[in-house]
């Protein structure tokens, strides 16, 4: 008969079996691991990389491209090297790590029949390309360009074009008044840098009295304005126009410094017949001509007679066209104020040196008290215009001396204040030696 196994010899038997199998789980867990470490480390020594990273200065990305791409780094010199190795079983493998051996740290190869293949969108042209062979010589793209540009007299011609302007003349002999519209104006130059455009507006005087002068509206960013502005001038006899002449200035507005001039036109009314009607005109915008004082230069000044306190101001307001001392190119000019009555002066006075100018701006304003046994037609005001000198006497520049009986613009002058007293009258005045 079998032995009987009771419960507490069964129980015995199952650690003992457990432990079996646990050992043997443990050495295949170890011999798997073991696997797996070789075979990675054998993958990592026969696998070869698809890219290779090269310095951009090198004309490479740093970026690998897609692997399906068949533009890839070294495609070349892989091609050759797959030929050469095509008898051996590991020539595809080790082509790419036959490249890199030929390679040095910054990816150029050392050998020089070798050529590094740079990104298809670096492609730098062969320098041959830049020159054009014409017979026999060799032309640079600096003579290419030299054929092309334009010559200096077409240059000329296009700075000299400033524009046209538009303008009619009238006379209304029912009115007896000379009309003149200014219309339009086409093509002016930009005076602006920034916009490319100009502010532009027309001032008109009638010469040689210089006594009408009008001016149009501003029009804003506008190289082609249509000012359509009609100005008549009455007292003005037909019989008086042909001795006449139009002087057009046409400007561009700045609201931070001085109004830039665009140009002038100059129409004398000579030959102009117009008691047919009005007479439609065109002319071309010319660059303005500096005119300069013929002398020692001019000297802008401003006269107001108040007759309630019986005093004469004077504002001696700038100078232009100065001539330069014998010392040196520029002047230190100031002037001197005298008031006479009669022969005999009354007072003095002078401005401040403006150091180192030909066009000295003063702005100083001098008030003197006339004589109430006095009138003002027996007052004459002296104005002397020196230039300071450290080491030697000053010497004068110009003299300008106002009163009643002067000619010219000065008398002019002078019968205007006292025509108009309370009224600040300013003129320019030519000077003369002193």
């Known amino acids: 008969m079998a032995p009987i196994v009771t419960g507490e010899a069964q129980f015995a038997t199952v650690p003992a079996a457990v432990g079996i199998i646990s050992a043997f789980g443990l050495v295949f867990t170890v011999s ?49 090297l797959n030929t050469k190795n095509a ?3 590991i020539g595809t493998k080790n082509a790419l790590h036959l490249e890199l051996d030929k390679r040095d740290l910054n990816g150029n190869f050392t050998q020089p029949h070798h050529k590094v293949r740079s990104s298809p969108d670096l492609d730098i042209p062969s320098p041959q390309k830049y020159f054009v062979e014409e017979g026999k010589e060799l032309v640079s793209p600096e003579c290419l360009l030299s054929n092309k540009a334009p010559s200096s007299t077409e240059k000329t011609e296009k700075k000299a074009k400033l524009g046209t302007l538009f303008f009619s003349l009238e006379y209304n002999f ?71 002449a139009l002087h057009f200035i ?39 001509n500096v005119r300069k004082a013929v002398g020692r230069g001019e000297l802008l000044v401003s006269l107001c007679y108040q007759s309630t306190t019986n005093t004469l101001t004077v504002v001696v307001l700038k100078a232009r066209h100065l001539q330069k001392s014998e010392s040196s190119e520029l002047s230190d000019p100031y002037v001197k104020v005298n008031l006479y009555q009669g ?21 100083e304003l001098f008030v003197f008290d006339i004589p109430s046994e006095g009138e003002l037609k027996d007052t004459k005001v002296e104005l002397l215009l020196l230039d300071s000198g450290r080491l030697s006497r000053n010497d004068v520049i110009g003299q300008l001396l106002l009163c009643a009986t002067a000619e010219g613009t000065v008398g002019e002058h002078w019968r205007e204040i006292c025509e108009h007293p309370r009224r600040q009258i300013a003129k320019w005045h030519i000077l003369s030696e002193g």
């Open 174 to 244: 029912e009115k007896k008044a000379f009309v003149v519209n200014i219309k339009e104006a086409h093509g002016l130059s930009a005076m602006d840098e920034q916009s490319m455009t100009s502010d532009p507006y027309v001032k008109m005087t009638i010469l040689p009295d210089k006594k009408h002068k009008v001016k149009t509206r501003v029009l804003r960013k506008t190289l082609d304005p249509t000012f359509d502005e009609t100005f008549s001038f009455y007292g003005i006899l037909y019989s008086q126009v042909e001795n006449l």
């Open 343 to 363: 022969n005999k002066r009354v007072c003095k006075k002078k401005t401040h040196v403006k150091k180192c100018s030909l066009n000295p701006v003063f702005n």
């Open 32 to 80: 798997l691991f073991a696997w797996i470490c070789c075979q990675r480390k054998s993958a990592k020594t026969n696998k070869t990389p698809s890219y290779k990273f090269v310095h951009m200065l090198k004309g490479v990305d740093i970026y690998p491209e897609n692997l399906n791409n068949k533009k890839k780094f070294g495609a070349d010199e892989k091609t050759e």
């Open 87 to 89: 008898a051996s079983p």
């Open 250 to 288: 046409v400007l561009s507005f700045d609201r931070f410094s001085r109004d830039d001039v665009i140009g002038e036109v100059l129409v004398p009314l000579s030959g102009i017949d117009l008691s047919q009607g009005r007479i439609l005109m065109n002319r071309e915008i010319s660059k303005r």
